[in-house]
């Protein structure tokens, strides 16, 4: 069971790995979006085929294509209802997912800005497009330490250790 839950959380994740790509428009010669693209395209193509004609109904248009986003919300609740056989437990999932996502880019991060890896590197970039909305948004209430220390990164893996804590299965 915990193995087929895992497998479930790492489905959803890989749709919330595309939708930060794309978001963050990190997709153009990054080979880890293009083979993560190739995998799930079959499951894609549908999906945004109908988020393109609902769009078009909407007077107001999104500045980004939500199909991974939305993919990711479904895969993570039929998925957690055929394994967990709960909604509430499934929208969970969903959180847990992206929290993970969240807790592993920084972790890469960190780890790359301490090893001076070159930003040009697809694991980097993906890991950099993951998590950039959400440090962006934490790093205008944390000023550097003396202007040079950024303990932002330390901070979110807290925030997001909290949070994993209150949305563990």
Known sequence: MALLFEFCEIVVAIFFVLFHCELERRIFGNPIYSKLKD???PLLKPL???VKRIQQQIPYKLPFDPTTLI???LASIL???IVLHSPLLALRLFIA???GLQFCAILVSVLASWLQTPEQQPLLQTAEACQ???MR???RFVPPIAGIIDITPVIALLLISVFQQIFSL
Do not use: I, N, P
């Open 97 to 99: 997912s992206w929290l």
């Open 71 to 73: 993919a990711a919300f």
């Open 79 to 81: 998925l957690g209802l």
């Open 48 to 50: 945004r085929q109908l």
């Open 137 to 139: 948004y934490l790093r």
């Open 132 to 134: 950039y909305c959400y």
């Open 39 to 41: 995998l799930t395209e």
